[in-house]
């Protein structure tokens, strides 16, 4: 039998890879769907990419790559016989449990075992070969399987630091020695005993000191007073203050230099008078909370709908999203994202053309990726209801309610987030920084097809006037989301938070307790109102004057998109430049009205500026240009004009002949080739004409001549090199971007007009070439593409976020479905009773029909 298997793998064994270091090995989770070894069907595992994949789809990489020999998974998991000892869960020791995957948390552990089982299987016709087979199997095949079946996965490979890693029980805890010296600690007014600081505060668990901790290379942190003390006392533990809550707290060991778990952490802290079940909430997931207790207590039941019976809803479009540790931000807006018709269409209605022409490597195609999450939220394929036989069995058990399992974000994070020094940590993140995250991505990978985040893009009309002069310029730039302000002056309830305000301040000085918080409300008409009021312009030069002058700004809508997107700003930093939110509510109504914010574009009774920029001003110093003389020799003995390689040496910013020879290459063909190298500075104005005042220069004029050389010297036509620059504010970053995402044979006259509707800093660049029907019909389809219509709206969905910064805290989202609202909470998926409306941080409506 050895010698027939050893011939059987033969004609296979140049494929088979043992997995080098800096191999992913994808085991846990298929790269088109979310099957796993704990799936029905396994999970195979291609020998030689070492991807993972569904049954469904391991015939697909097999047609596409010829790939016959894969490792087929299976994790079975089995109720323990009723009175079976011990009962915990079997430890890989024992032989059943082999494979690096992390144990399903969604099966009680004392009730389920595991049993793992890998076999080879050879397509296609199926020759299946069970693992362990030392004896039978060619040396480098059993090599092979061993180092696929110890490997870790590829996420954890990936993510070291990762929420897999988990917190060891400090060997303190048990025997801790607490002194009677009758310390109490306050319910709040914190601060540490050797200095004034009141934030990152550790209370020793010995003797209830209460001190900073240490200092970052940022600036934040402490002084580093906690760990001072447990050099002077060896008092080993301590718990971070704004930590604590009814489900535990942050516990760090001095003595063993990491972060701990405690046991016994109710008792210790009761011991100063801390009554964890006072504390703030934490949710089940461990997502991060922080001080202020009071105000967030309420802020964390009303958003998630705490103390209510919730239906939990099973089907297509009811699938939960499983929190990875801080990334309910991921999941909530992709749950908004695919409940918009034009998502579903792109990546779930071409699911079957996005796989198949899908990349070797599909974990790292965006395409891919999003169809995967959308077919799994869409398909109803991981929502499934309780079968009655599981009902009958909870009732009789009751210590354990069914929830729908959800699905895991992990290869899209890993994909979105690459490269991005936030997303790819584990902290908690802005929703809103994201979604726009997001919209970008969709915007660069929709190239040349139908773009889903076309339905968010709209034109705003700046309209800017000179106060001395009252002459005015209009612009335009592309925007997804309007941010509105929150006036705080404007609350209904202002006497109250004043008095609130006065009496907190009193308790902090007296180290009592704080009063009960009072939350601002702000009627939304305060918003919209803000929003559009005028706002000073810094720094304004006014054309007309040709000198600084005082300016105002005014933006309201070109185009109404079809889809708007509303941020409340309710973020502010603080002193420690932590964004930290104000407690506010917002009356945000359900139907929205915003045709009277339509821009009207330039009246009859306005007067334009001129358009002329500010004066360029140079250092006397840069007058006489620095050339690398010994760099224009080396051009010139190639026999190239002298004045061009002086040029070519000058506008390569002096980075050597290589770089200077490109530039000669791109310029050859221009009249002025061989001119004599000319600066702004270097030209004599000559008396100033009514039209062209002196110092000023046209807007029309070409971008920086040093920026159009580093461009044309990396190889990009001059011509669409300039209409970059323009279309980027002479970016030179976002002028690359924009050249990889247009084409040359697409470009038009009309875009070297699109500086003028280019986003601000925090939006994207997103012109397309090909036309669509929905453009607005009086626009230029070469411009920014907008599905321009009536400014009316109705509400469908909201992200509400539960904390006091974007950096802690956990984020739920409300979507309107079938007429009635849902509550996404991570894998938890229920009917709402009381929608928030009023709590939501970003609003989504879409546009009403004009009938």
Not at 300 to 312: C, D, F, N, R, T
């Amino acid at each position: 039998m050895a010698a027939d298997l050893g011939e059987l793998l033969v004609p296979y064994m140049p494929t088979i890879r043992v997995p080098r270091t800096g191999d992913r090995v994808f085991k846990s989770e298929c790269a088109f769907s979310f099957d796993s070894p704990e799936s029905e069907g396994g999970l195979y595992v291609c020998m030689n990419t070492f991807l993972g994949f569904g049954r469904e789809h391991v015939e697909r990489h097999y047609r596409k790559t010829g790939q016959s020999v894969y490792m087929h998974l299976k994790r079975h998991v089995k109720e323990k016989a009723t009175g079976a000892a011990g009962g915990a869960i079997p430890r890989r020791r024992n032989g059943k449990v082999f494979l690096d995957l992390e144990l399903n948390r969604d099966f009680n552990g004392e009730d389920y075992e595991y049993e793992d089982e890998a076999k080879l299987v050879i397509f296609p016709d199926h020759f299946e070969i069970p693992l362990p087979n030392i004896e039978e199997l060619p040396a480098l095949v059993t090599i092979a399987c061993d180092a696929v079946l110890n490997a870790p996965s590829a996420y954890k490979k990936q993510e070291p630091e990762s929420w897999e890693e988990e917190i060891q029980v400090s060997r303190h805890a048990r025997s801790l020695r607490q002194l009677d010296n009758g310390v109490r600690i306050p319910p709040s007014g914190w601060k540490c005993q050797k200095c004034e600081m009141r934030e990152n505060l550790w209370l020793n668990l010995t003797d209830g000191a209460v001190l900073c901790g240490k200092w970052f290379f940022d600036g934040s942190g402490g002084n580093g007073h906690a760990l001072d003390h447990y050099r002077e006392t060896n008092y080993p533990l301590a718990v971070k203050l704004d930590t604590i809550t009814p489900d535990g707290a942050d516990v760090y060991s001095f003595e063993e230099e990491e972060a701990v778990l405690d046991p016994h952490i109710s008792e210790h802290l009761s011991h100063f008078g801390i009554d964890m079940l006072q504390m703030q909430k934490r949710t089940e997931n461990g997502h991060h909370t922080d001080n202020n207790a009071r105000p967030r207590v309420s802020e964390w039941e009303v958003i998630q709908e705490s103390g209510m019976k919730l239906k939990a809803v099973y089907g297509s479009g009811y699938t939960g999203i499983k929190n990875l540790g801080n990334s309910c931000y991921l999941g909530t807006v992709m749950q908004v994202l695919f409940s918009i018709p034009d998502f579903q269409r792109m990546y779930v209605g071409n699911l079957q053309r996005i796989y198949d022409y899908s990349p070797l490597d599909p974990t790292q195609d965006f395409a891919t990726q999003m169809a995967k999450l959308g077919h799994g939220l869409l398909s109803g394929q991981y929502s499934k209801p309780p079968m009655k036989s599981e009902l009958i069995e909870q009732v009789m058990k009751e210590e354990y309610k069914h929830q729908q399992k959800g699905i895991s974000p992990r290869m899209l994070k890993a994909l979105v987030s690459r490269g991005h020094p936030e997303f790819s940590s584990n902290r908690q993140q802005d929703a809103q920084d994201l979604l726009l995250h997001i919209i970008n991505l969709v915007e660069r990978n929709s190239a040349g097809s139908e773009n889903p985040s076309d339905v968010f893009r709209f034109l705003v009309e700046e309209r800017v006037q000179c106060c001395q002069t009252r002459r005015v310029r209009y612009t335009q730039r592309v925007d997804y989301c309007i941010q509105l302000p929150a006036p705080i002056e404007a609350a209904t309830n202002r006497e109250e938070l004043l008095a609130y305000e006065a009496k907190r301040k009193d308790a902090e000085e007296n180290m009592r307790a704080p009063p009960q918080p009072v939350r601002a409300r702000i009627p939304f008409t305060a918003c919209l109102q803000a929003f559009t009021e005028p706002e000073n312009v810094p720094d304004f030069w006014s054309s007309a004057l040709q000198a600084k002058s005082a300016g105002v700004k005014t933006s309201r809508f070109a185009s109404f998109p079809e889809y708007l997107l509303v941020q409340i700003k309710k973020f502010t930093f603080g002193v420690d430049w932590v964004p930290k939110k104000l407690d506010l509510a917002i009356d945000v109504p359900d139907f929205l009205d915003l045709n009277r914010l339509r821009a009207t574009g330039l009246q009859a009774s306005e007067e334009e500026l001129p358009d002329l920029m500010p004066p360029i001003v140079l250092p006397e110093d840069t007058r006489a240009p620095e050339i690398d003389e010994a760099a224009v020799m080396q051009l010139a003995e190639m026999g190239f004009p002298l004045e061009a390689c002086r040029k070519a040496v000058y506008y390569t910013g002096n980075m050597g002949p290589e770089m200077a020879f490109n530039w000669i290459i791109a310029h050859m063909e221009e009249p002025d080739f061989a001119e004599p190298l000319t600066l702004p500075s270097m030209i004599d104005p000559g008396p100033s004409t009514s039209d062209s005042p002196m110092g000023a220069t046209p807007l029309a004029n070409s971008p920086p001549e040093e920026s159009i050389a580093i461009l044309t010297s990396m190889g990009f036509p001059r011509n669409h090199s300039i209409q970059a620059l323009k279309a980027t504010n002479n970016n030179l970053e976002r002028a690359l971007d924009w050249i990889f995402t247009h084409p040359e044979e697409e470009e038009s006259d009309a875009l070297s007009d699109m500086a003028d509707t280019e986003p601000n800093d925090n939006t994207f660049s997103n012109a397309n070439s090909h036309s669509d029907s929905t453009l607005s019909p009086d626009r230029d389809t070469s411009g920014p593409r907008v599905k321009d219509g009536p400014g009316r709206y109705e509400l469908f969905a909201f992200i509400s976020h539960m904390g006091a910064s974007t950096m802690s805290g956990h984020y739920v989202c409300h979507i309107k479905k079938e007429g009635r609202w849902v509550i996404y909470n991570d894998h938890k998926v229920c009917l709402s009773e009381r929608p928030p409306k009023d709590l939501g941080y970003i609003y989504f409506y879409h546009r009403l029909s004009s009938s």
